[in-house]
């Protein structure tokens, strides 16, 4: 560079001062203003082309260094001033995977394979403090003087938020979690080692039968990805009902045109509306994650009417105590005696999926397990019993099956969709056989 052209080279200029400077200049139009920060993509676009035209009018453009978190200048002013600020980086590739992003005082963390990951960018107090403002302005009712809200963006993004007595101070928290498959396929599921692919034809008939299956397991351990894949392959001319505690499955996107209720609703709201549900007359019903004992109890008289199809997903560490937890959350809830009900739980499912998250992130189904009751003889005492049917090996990585199809299972099937319970149970006589030893 000469030193003609450095004198006239504009000045650089800190990025935060230039923030400073365009902010004033932009149009002062409350509802654009609104609309922009809440997300909406035609506001968003037209107040960075409002920022584009006055950083070239005012002589900025090429002033400042742009955070490397950011792609143009006018996305990173817009970003800083009006949007998510260094989260911004968390909607795009190859972010945009990620289902947990988390700010922890400064700190910016995003989930990536399984692990939280701590970013380069900071967002100072006084800018969270901006960015949780900018959050509950989709949602007037939750009140800024709160220190919990648990509120959700324009893509559905889940957004979590502690402060005030509830964080040590200078450390509030903000955490984000969305949705995110890739695709939704038993093959895709397979791919990553989630499932044995040898068992998709297994899977495939059990949708068939209109088994009643429960996805258990821990957070973030893939039941909910197992649960919408299964539900995919669901006949969609059938009628279905799904009750969420949280949107987290597009049903309408998976299945396009297919006669499903979507309902998000728990607690007290579903106790209201629960009635009407049970007196519907929908083929199925989804329980997207049963949290407390109104929605176990719901889920449990929907199967108890002869309705089949029911999926369920619930939190658990140990799928072999499922009926007697499920129990003691519904005698919580509403009262009863544990076994009596316990009995009642086991009684409304067929077969139990507990899904795991191992160390590193990867998930697997780590059993299948018929679920039953059954009494020793015509006067004996009635108990509840889980076998399983498919176990894995973590040593070897490795699925390990018993062909143990019960009376009750087998007539249900037969009784159902013959043709589909016949691929059930062969496959399952397929994969339980001895394996012939390698040959040398």
């Known amino acids: 560079m000469t030193a003609a052209q450095a004198a006239s080279a504009p000045a650089p200029m800190a990025f935060a001062d230039v923030c400073r400077a365009v902010e004033p200049l932009l149009p002062a139009e409350p509802e654009a203003q609104k609309r922009a920060i809440i997300g909406y993509p035609d506001a968003v676009e037209r107040f960075k082309g409002e920022i584009a035209n006055i950083l070239d009018a005012q002589g ?54 399984g692990r939280m990951q701590k970013m380069p960018q900071r967002i100072p107090a006084h800018r969270r403090q901006q960015l949780i403002r900018a959050i509950l302005l989709r949602t007037p009712g939750e009140r800024l003087d709160r220190d ?44 990553r080692g989630t499932i044995p ?26 039941k909910t990805t197992f649960l919408s894949t299964w539900q995919r392959l669901e006949d969609p001319a059938l009628e279905g009902v799904m009750v969420e505690t949280d949107p987290e499955i597009p049903l309408h996107r998976l299945m396009p045109g297919a006669p499903i209720v979507q309902l998000v609703c728990d607690g007290e709201r579903l106790a209201h509306v629960s009635r009407n549900l049970l007196r519907s007359d929908a083929d199925y019903f989804i329980l ?51 076994r009596e009900t316990a009995l009642r739980v086991a009684g409304s499912f067929d077969y139990l999926f ?21 009494a020793a ?62 040959r040398p």
């Not at 453009?61 to 792609?71: C, D, I, K």
């Not at 002013?77 to 988390?102: I, Q, R, T």
């Not at 795991?356 to 299948?368: E, N, T, V």
């Not at 589909?420 to 056989?433: D, E, N, V, Y």
């Open 148 to 191: 919990f809200h648990e509120v959700y963006l324009l893509d559905g993004c889940r957004v979590t938020v502690f402060k005030g007595a509830l964080a040590k101070a200078g450390r509030d928290v903000i955490i984000f979690r969305r949705y995110i498959v890739p695709e939704y396929t038993f093959a895709e599921q397979a791919q």
């Open 288 to 338: 997207a994650e049963a949290r407390d004992g109104i929605a176990l109890d719901m889920a449990v008289r929907v199967a108890r009417k002869g309705t089949g199809r029911m999926k369920m997903t619930y939190h658990t560490r140990d799928p072999l105590a499922f009926p007697e937890d499920a129990a003691v959350e519904i005698v919580r809830s509403l009262g009863g005696d544990v």
């Open 377 to 438: 003889g015509p006067s004996a005492e009635r108990s509840w019993h889980l076998h399983a049917i498919c176990r894995h090996d973590q040593a070897r990585d490795a699925w390990i099956w018993n062909n143990n199809i019960s009376p009750d299972k087998r007539l249900r099937g037969e009784e159902g969709d013959p043709a589909a319970f016949a691929a059930f149970a062969s496959t399952l006589a397929a994969l339980a056989a001895p394996q012939p030893e390698a």
């Open 60 to 113: 900025l453009r090429g002033t400042f260094a742009v955070p490397p978190w950011y792609e143009t200048e006018e996305e990173a002013v817009f970003e800083e001033v009006w949007g998510k600020a260094g989260l911004a980086e968390w909607w795009k590739p190859p972010y945009d995977a990620s289902p947990s992003a988390k700010v922890i005082g400064d700190d910016v963390y995003f989930l990536v394979d």
């Open 197 to 222: 692919a040898e068992a998709i034809p297994l899977f495939e008939a059990m949708v068939r039968v209109g088994y009643n299956v429960v996805f258990c397991g821990s957070v973030r351990s893939a």
């Open 354 to 374: 507990h899904f795991a998250s191992l160390p590193g992130g990867a998930k697997r189904l780590k059993g299948i397990y018929e679920m039953g009751v059954r």
